[in-house]
């Protein structure tokens, strides 16, 4: 399969995919490797150099292909997460000489350096070694792999300058994005490399200029955001006629650019030139933009009006202007383009659209987030095709319109932290997500849901929702994250909804709920996946059996360390949700906050609950946080608690809880907050770093305790302690990046941070940010992903169909 023909074009992905699968078919036909047994041991040598847990020799050899002629390996494609270890020089990988294809992404060389035997392969064609965790130099024995069309070294650490690709005259792909190389790059690079077609370079430390050939080049791909490249290079990038895609955010320029210098790329579809000052003369509609343009990029670019550029380009998909102080209203004529489908206004001063309620009906936006603005009055009516719905943070006041009821494409639809009243729409059941927080809405949820409905996610918290929780919530078995706290709701615990076979997070905090917390038949709390349940401040009474928590298998399983993934995490090409709540956590409070899937938690504080503490909650290992406070509980405390091995945070303050505190949970070694103020426990408070390290505060208001960090010995029980609240009450205020510096090791108590379990990013941080940041760790979320996986997945989409 090789990939050196003449014409190169965009469609590499898909033909390679094509390929793959014909490849695939015909080596299950033949299913027998055409490889020398010399081969075949070798092969299985340089697998033993490493741990490869994650795949099996079956899996490993499935990506191998050998000449059917001479036997010799010619291809070997790794399957991603197979191997950890150090890819040595003497490696028996530098042995295939025949190789022509050989693709290491996505494995761990914990911080190999790259050998130079890599040399040895020469006939090497393709070269993947993206996303292998290398260091330190690209030997400059590379430039003897003079075969090469594809060289990927993109999302390691390496460093030193531009790699010696120079005589690789071959190449078509060059991929060193996401690296540390520094210094200039090569200026006659273009020159040397008549055949390149896509060159990315983004994030990395690369200054100079470059040199474009008389004669057209054949780039048609180029990414160098994230450089420091300056404003020479803009003049050269301007002759690259044949470009499709150009990526330059965060040029290091003092001056703003002018967007007119790009008018001599006709072919040009897409432009991301986020975090740039622009001349804003270049924004008019006569700037002489190309007029192909389809998507159009300008994130961060300290734009004050709305660009009249639009105007002109006719073909325009997608289109992000966030993050910068555009004011007034979003012009009429803008939802005229006619193949609009991606708009992000998110994070401008913004007050309103322009023209009648119905401005938005005759446009073909699909995908508009207009959070974070000041829009006032009235929301006007959706798209007709719309799929995601985003204006949290704005003052919409008013009704929600009830035309939402029939957008059947609806997915994602965010109306929090608004001003919206009267009721919530009666058609809720279409939608995937549904926000409505932070609002004044009335009335009760409807109860309206039908039997498939594809409800996941539904938050309707901070509102003023009375009446009872919809039992029809039954029917919506993808439920997974249900919040109603803070309303007025009046109802009994819904047992019922224990068949709702996903729900992950449920909160009720602080609403009129009464009655009984155990089921009737005082059996096991079913919930199979609960993660989080916060019942605080409500009006539940009883006690809980000691099975109550038998039956929660989701809590009962320790931390995966590998899944760490935020909750309520829904990804496709074009957008991202995640789900955000606040925590109530360590005796702190942080809104709105991402939660990763490993953080579970019970809050049932604030009730009139009484009787002992389950014994089944140490069955819940993976249990992160637990607040009992302030209700009734008496007995003792529970032994098997030092079985949650997990736990960081415990506040059983203000029962009855009496006894010893069990000395085993001073080995709890993650537990970095614990109150059992105002109980009645006696004897000598178990000690362990994490417990003595605690504030007095924690212990105060029971007679009895002794021992640190209470004052006094055992011998002679101490007398109630002067006020201690000060210093409590300055923490509540403390904001969660606080809390993450307090509880550095060492820092404060010499407490260990377990898990960080949430990032303290409210989603106006997070959500369509623009897509430049999409690749860097835990940034990672925006409304859209790379402009990259984009583009390469409509080309690929259109390729295939043009193919067919
Ligand atoms: C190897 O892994 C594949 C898929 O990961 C699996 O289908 C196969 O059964 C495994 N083979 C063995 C021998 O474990
Ligand atoms: C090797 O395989 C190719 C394609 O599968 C086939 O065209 C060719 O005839 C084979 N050569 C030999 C020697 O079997
Ligand atoms: C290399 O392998 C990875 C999977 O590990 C795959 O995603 C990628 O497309 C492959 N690249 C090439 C050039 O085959
Ligand atoms: C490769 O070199 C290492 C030392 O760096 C040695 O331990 C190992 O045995 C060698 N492996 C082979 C296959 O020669
Ligand atoms: C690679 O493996 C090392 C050692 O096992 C580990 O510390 C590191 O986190 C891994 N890196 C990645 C990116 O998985
Ligand atoms: C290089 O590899 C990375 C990581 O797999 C991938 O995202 C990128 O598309 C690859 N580049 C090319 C040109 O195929
Ligand atoms: C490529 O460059 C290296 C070093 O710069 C040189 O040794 C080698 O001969 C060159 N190969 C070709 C084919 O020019
Ligand atoms: C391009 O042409 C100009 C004059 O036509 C010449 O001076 C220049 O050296 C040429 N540049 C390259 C890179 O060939
Ligand atoms: C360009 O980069 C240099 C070095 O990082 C920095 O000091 C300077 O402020 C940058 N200038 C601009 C306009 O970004
Ligand atoms: C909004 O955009 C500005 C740049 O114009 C940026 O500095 C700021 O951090 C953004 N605000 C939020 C909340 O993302
Ligand atoms: C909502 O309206 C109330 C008064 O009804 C006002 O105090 C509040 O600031 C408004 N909130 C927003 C986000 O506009
Ligand atoms: C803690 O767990 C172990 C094993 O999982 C069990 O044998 C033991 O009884 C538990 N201790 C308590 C107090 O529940």
Redesign the pocket.
């Known amino acids: 399969m090789s990939l050196s023909q003449p014409r190169l074009r965009l469609r590499f992905l898909s033909i390679l995919l094509l390929n793959c699968i014909v490849f695939a078919s015909n080596f299950l036909i033949n299913n027998a490797l055409p490889c020398r047994p010399d081969q075949i041991q070798a092969l299985m040598q340089f697998k033993n150099e490493f741990e490869s847990n994650g795949c099996n020799r079956s899996d490993f050899l499935s990506g191998v292909r050998c000449d059917n002629a001479t036997g010799a390996v010619t291809k070997l494609q790794l399957p991603s997460g197979c191997f ?1 270890g150090t890819l040595k020089p003497n490696s028996s990988l530098f042995g295939f000489h025949h190789l022509r294809y050989l693709n290491l992404s996505h494995n ?1 060389f ?1 911080s190999s350096s790259l050998p130079s035997e890599f040399s040895n392969l020469n006939r090497l064609e393709v070269l993947s070694l993206a996303s292998n ?1 290398f260091v330190g130099q690209v030997p400059s024995s590379f430039s003897n792999l003079v075969m090469l069309t594809h060289l990927n070294l993109s999302h390691n650490e390496l460093t030193g300058s531009f790699p010696q690709v120079r005589n690789l005259t071959k190449l078509s792909f060059l991929d060193l994005s996401y690296n540390q190389f520094s210094g200039t790059i090569p200026s006659d690079l273009l020159l040397t490399m008549p055949f390149l077609s896509h060159l990315n370079l983004k994030e990395n430390h690369l200054t100079g200029p470059i040199e474009v050939p008389n004669s057209s080049s054949r780039l048609v791909y180029l990414s160098l955001g994230n450089n420091q490249f300056e404003g020479q290079i803009l003049e050269p990038i301007s002759k690259l006629i044949n470009l499709e895609y150009l990526e330059l955010s965060s040029l290091n320029i003092s001056y703003p650019i002018d967007l007119s210098i790009f008018s001599s790329l006709k072919a040009l579809l897409i432009l991301e030139i986020s975090k740039n000052r622009l001349l804003p003369a270049s924004l008019s509609s006569d700037s002489g933009i190309p007029l192909s343009l389809e998507g159009l990029i300008m994130s961060q670019c300290d734009i004050i009006e709305f660009p009249n550029i639009f105007k002109t380009l006719q073909n325009l998909q997608h289109v992000v202007i966030s993050n910068n102080r555009i004011k007034g209203k979003v012009p009429e004529w803008f939802w005229k383009l006619p193949r609009l489908s991606i708009v992000g206004l998110v994070n401008n001063s913004f007050t309103g659209f322009e023209g009648s309620s119905e401005v938005l009906l005759n446009s073909s936006v699909q995908i508009l987030d207009f959070a974070y603005n000041s829009m006032t009055g009235a929301f006007p009516l959706p798209p007709p095709n719309i799929i995601y719905l985003s204006a949290w943070n704005n003052s919409f006041t008013g009704n929600i319109p009830l035309s939402i009821c029939n957008r059947s494409s609806l997915v994602v639809f965010d109306l929090s932290y608004n001003n919206f009243t009267g009721p919530i729409p009666r058609c809720l059941s279409n939608l995937k997500i549904v926000n409505l927080r932070k609002n004044s809405l009335e009335g009760s949820i409807p109860d309206e849901f039908y039997s498939g409905a594809s409800t996941q996610t539904l938050d309707v918290g901070y509102n003023r929702l009375t009446g009872k929780l919809p039992r029809s919530l039954l029917n919506c078995s993808f439920l997974k994250f249900l919040s109603v706290d803070n309303n007025r709701i009046e109802d009994t615990f819904p047992f019922w909804l224990k068949a709702v076979p996903n729900l992950q997070v449920f909160t009720l905090r602080s609403n009129r709920f009464f009655g009984h917390l155990s089921p009737p038949d005082q059996g096991p709390l079913a919930f199979p996946e609960l993660r989080i349940l916060e019942l605080s401040d409500n009006s539940f009474t009883g006690s809980l059996p000691p099975s109550y928590f038998v039956n929660w298998q989701a809590s009962s399983v320790k931390i995966n360390e590998d899944g760490r993934i935020y909750m309520g995490d829904y990804k496709n090409a074009y957008y991202i949700y995640e789900d955000t709540m606040d925590l109530q956590y360590k005796g702190l409070f942080m809104e709105q906050g991402k939660v990763l899937t490993s953080y579970t938690t019970i809050d049932f504080s604030g009730n009139k609950l009484e009787g002992e503490i389950p014994e089944s909650i140490g069955l819940l290992k993976g249990l992160i946080a637990l607040n009992l406070s302030n209700n009734a509980f008496s007995g003792q405390i529970p032994l098997s608690l030092a079985n949650v091995t997990e736990l960081e945070s415990l506040d059983l303050s203000r029962n009855q809880l009496s006894g010893n505190i069990p000395r085993e949970l001073g080995s709890l070694s993650f537990l970095a907050y614990i109150s059992v103020a105002h109980n009645q426990l006696k004897g000598k408070i178990p000690q362990g770093p994490q417990i003595t390290g605690q504030p007095k505060s924690s212990f105060e208001g029971n007679v009895g305790l002794c021992g640190l960090p209470l004052q006094g010995s055992c011998f002679a029980p101490p007398t109630q302690q002067p006020e201690e609240e000060d210093e409590e009450e300055e923490e509540q205020v403390l904001n969660w990046k606080a809390v993450v510096i307090g509880y550095l090791p060492g820092l404060l108590f010499g407490f260990v941070i377990a898990h960080v379990i949430a990032s303290y990013r409210p989603k106006w941080f997070v959500k369509l940010v623009g897509p430049d940041k999409q690749k860097k760790a835990d940034n990672s979320v925006s409304l859209f992903m790379s402009m990259d996986s984009r583009w390469e997945s409509f080309n690929s989409k259109n390729s295939v169909e043009s193919e067919m």
Do not use: A, G
């Open positions: 950890t761990n914990t965790s």
